[in-house]
């Protein structure tokens, strides 16, 4: 009997990606509860919509294009009208020269309609490149700009980066429904002139024609819905895929995932991911292949009725042969009119359903946007309150920070420590407004936060949290943050020599002018140590009223970290300073120092009250020196 070892055992297949079900409002797809002949209606909302977005990006533009239908819509017209009066002396009786002679005027009228038309193509198409790059940009830059703006604690909130991402979609959408929305209003234009002309000329040919495209029209809306379903489906694999892509292929993570042997695992997410999406479509497809096939049984049988009406009244004598000829351009200039009404008409209806998304977050997000109060605060900052404060995250049970109360005083520093999870860092965003405590108070010099403008309280601040960005800028604007404070380097460099950094700025290939991001041509990389040092030149350089660090010097060598905590003793005369850490020996250059534990405040008091009150921190202290 042999032993089985557990190299010999079979692998352990991996697990496939969570399976995302929402509940509440976000369960049911939007579409679902609304009819088709809603979603037909609102098609003029949706071109108001568009061209309301279009005049405030260029509002001649926007003008130009109107002129540009209008014309084709009356060149249209002139050219039938002419084609009829050419018709007559072309298709009558005498010499050919002499029905040419006639009929050349009107041939003359035919050939400048049909020139005027394909300039006014051509201006309309330049009217429409005008428009369509800055209104991309405008709506990217606006979504940027509502995630950006919102309260903090709306990142926390269910649904909000998927919401985020379904608006992402209506963005791309911007790239094309100017240029569907004029499509469409040209083609319109054109059917309503081609089929009052048929209309003169046979009123029972415009009703066929209305019928062989009815169909197609219906089949492209509802297949755009079932687009949409899939679409809505698909939001939160798309998303969490989008982030895989991300975290595995950034190279600042490539270290993490070869070391771990994580490559294989994170290709099988993905591509599991992938299949998942596309499944829906596979899935769908039946849906739309049906849809396909009706709708060009219908749309064909009426076609064939409408090419036999006009051949029926031809040869019965009923009509002309003149009138059949121009009825012949007629039936394709309107059968080609309402398939470009038809096409884009779904189009634009296509994009509609992304920009109802779009603005639902734009909407939502304005909701979530502070709207605290017209207080403000100002520098000095000589007293900070909280008077019990809690604090509890969306859809959490138990309070992050929970009954508070704490006094800072300009020149004090303030150690805050405590094990991970114990609400350090969550106190710090209540100090500083970026989140409003649920009960109790947070006040600056006797103003309450819930009623002041926060950014008043931001430009008083300057923090260095846990997780930095890395901005991929100049050196320089890694210290400034774009907010110079002169016109030249000399307080960047004082802010960079207050970190220790001026070696390594200065061996950078183009010193303060070098881009910090190294997947860019000319771009230049720096340690992880030395990020953190930049992130605290930057709140240095910011000369701030409340100066906070979490964490500051977790990446830095010994000699590095003493430097930073000398210059923080040294300048703290004029603010308020506060360290959040978990190497207590740091904690020394604090005048008070406080401990979180689950949301509580449980011991302040100084270093050596602390070390001799036999309590959680002369226990973590013991700990860390046992290491």
């Known amino acids: 009997m042999t032993s089985t070892t557990a190299h010999d055992a079979p692998p352990v297949p991996p697990p496939p990606p969570a399976e995302i079900t929402y509940s509440g ?5 939007p579409l679902g509860q609304v009819s088709f002949r809603a979603l037909c209606a609102g098609l003029p909302a949706v071109l108001r919509r568009i061209a309301a977005m279009a005049w405030r990006i260029d509002h001649r533009a926007v003008l130009l294009l109107l002129a540009c239908q209008l014309i084709t819509g009356v060149s249209a017209a002139v050219l039938l009208a002419a084609t009829a009066r050419a018709m007559r002396p072309v298709l009558g009786a005498g010499a050919v020269s002499d029905r040419l002679h006639e009929a050349l005027p009107a041939l003359i009228v035919v050939a400048a309609a049909s020139a005027v038309t394909r300039a ?3 201006v309309a198409a330049y009217a429409e490149r005008r428009i369509t790059p800055r209104l991309t940009t405008a709506t990217d830059s606006a979504l940027v700009e509502a995630v950006c703006r919102v309260e903090a604690a709306a990142y926390a909130a269910d649904g909000f980066s998927d919401r985020q991402e379904a608006a992402e979609m209506g963005v791309t959408r911007t790239h094309v429904m100017v240029m569907d929305a004029q499509r469409f209003m040209s083609a319109l234009i054109k059917l309503i002139t081609a089929g009052g002309v048929l209309s003169v000329l046979n009123p029972l040919m415009l009703p066929l024609l209305l019928l062989a495209v009815a169909p197609a029209g219906i089949g492209a809306i509802l297949t755009a819905r079932v687009d949409y379903e899939i679409h809505y489906a698909n939001i939160a694999d798309r998303n969490v895929r989008g982030m895989t892509r991300w975290w595995a292929t950034a190279p600042k993570y490539g270290d993490e995932v070869r070391a771990n042997g994580m490559t294989d695992y994170l290709l099988h997410w993905y591509r599991a991911l992938s299949e998942r999406v596309d499944q829906r479509s596979l899935t769908a497809a039946p849906r739309t ?28 004598g009923r009509i002309t042969p003149a009138i059949a000829a121009t009825a012949v351009v007629a039936v394709q200039t309107t059968l080609a009119a309402l398939s470009q009404v038809v096409i884009n008409g779904a189009a634009v209806f296509h994009t509609s359903l992304y920009l109802s998304d779009m603005q639902a977050f734009f909407d939502a997000a304005a909701r979530q946007a502070p709207k605290r109060g017209p207080l403000t605060v100002g520098p000095p900052v000589e007293e900070i309150r909280l008077d019990e404060v809690t604090y509890r995250y969306p859809g959490k049970d138990k309070p992050a920070v929970d009954g508070v109360s704490l006094t800072l005083r300009r020149g004090q520093i303030l150690a805050i420590v405590g094990l991970n999870g114990s609400g350090k860092s969550t106190l710090t965003r209540l100090i500083t407004g970026i989140y409003l405590p649920d009960k109790g ?22 923090l260095v949290p846990q997780i930095f960005a890395q901005w991929p800028l100049r050196a320089r604007e890694n210290v400034t943050l774009g907010q110079p404070r002169s016109h030249d380097d000399r307080e960047v460099w004082d802010a960079v020599d207050a970190v220790g950094m001026r070696e390594a700025v200065e061996d950078l290939p183009a010193g303060l002018d070098t881009l910090l991001a190294r997947e860019i041509f000319g771009g230049a990389e720096l340690s992880g140590g030395q990020w953190q040092r930049l992130a605290c030149s930057r709140a ?14 977790s990446q830095m060598d010994p000699r590095g970290e003493h430097g930073i905590f000398e210059k923080i003793k040294a300048i703290s005369a004029d603010r308020i300073t506060i360290v959040v850490t978990h190497r207590l020996e740091n904690t020394k250059i604090a005048d008070h120092i406080i401990v979180m534990e689950q949301g509580r405040l449980t011991e ?10 036999g309590g959680t921190f002369a226990g973590l202290l013991r700990l860390s020196r046992d290491r």
Not at 289 to 316: E, H, K, N, P, Y
């Open 25 to 29: 409002q976000y369960s049911v797809n």
């Open 120 to 122: 006014t193509v051509a």
């Open 289 to 316: 292949l049906r849809i396909a096939l009706l709708s060009s049984l219908a749309s064909g049988t009426f076609l064939a009725a409408t090419w036999g009406m006009l051949a029926w009244l031809a040869v019965t």
């Open 441 to 462: 108070r947070v006040t600056w010099n006797g103003t309450d936060l819930a009623h002041t403008d926060p950014a008043t309280v931001w430009n008083c601040t300057g």
């Open 540 to 553: 240095l350089y910011r000369r701030p009223p409340l100066l906070i660090l979490d964490e500051p010097t």
């Open 604 to 613: 302040q008091g100084t270093y050596d009250d602390l070390i001799h009150a």
